[in-house]
């Protein structure tokens, strides 16, 4: 499984990114993609995770995420997106996103090491 993260650049507050994370590989089965940053200096942060279920698809934001940014799948379910919007100059992270197939609570989606898969991260600069 190979995951790719793309559409971070630069942009000023108040601006909007849309970030994209393509699959590939042996993707069939698998349960949630998530997204994460990680600021200079600080510590990787949960910002969003979208887990299929067998009927419905549920999302999870981190709490700073205050319904800016809103987390969707394409109907393949090959691509993830992270649409941004109100950006802060506290946004300015590298965002990666990141891929499981084991099922459980939703808390666990909230912790990076939970996953299986991990790609590279985007750069998004929000200036002030």
């Known amino acids: 499984v190979q995951l790719q993260a793309s559409g971070g650049g630069l942009v000023q507050a108040g601006g909007s990114l849309r970030l994209s994370c393509e699959s590939s590989g042996s993707i069939s089965g698998r349960y949630a993609v998530g997204w994460f940053r990680q600021a200079p200096g600080k510590e990787r942060e949960f910002v969003a995770a979208?887990?299929?279920?067998?009927?419905?698809?549920?999302?999870y934001y981190g709490d700073f995420v205050k319904g800016r940014f809103t987390i969707s799948a394409d109907n393949a379910r090959t691509t993830v997106h992270l649409q941004m919007n109100s950006l802060r100059p506290e946004d300015t992270a590298v965002y990666y996103c990141a891929t499981t197939f084991s099922r459980g609570r939703p808390s666990l989606l909230f912790r990076w090491n939970q996953y299986d898969y991990y790609g590279q991260g985007t750069l998004v600069t929000v200036s002030s």
């Open positions: 979208l887990a299929w279920g067998d009927i419905n698809t549920s999302t």
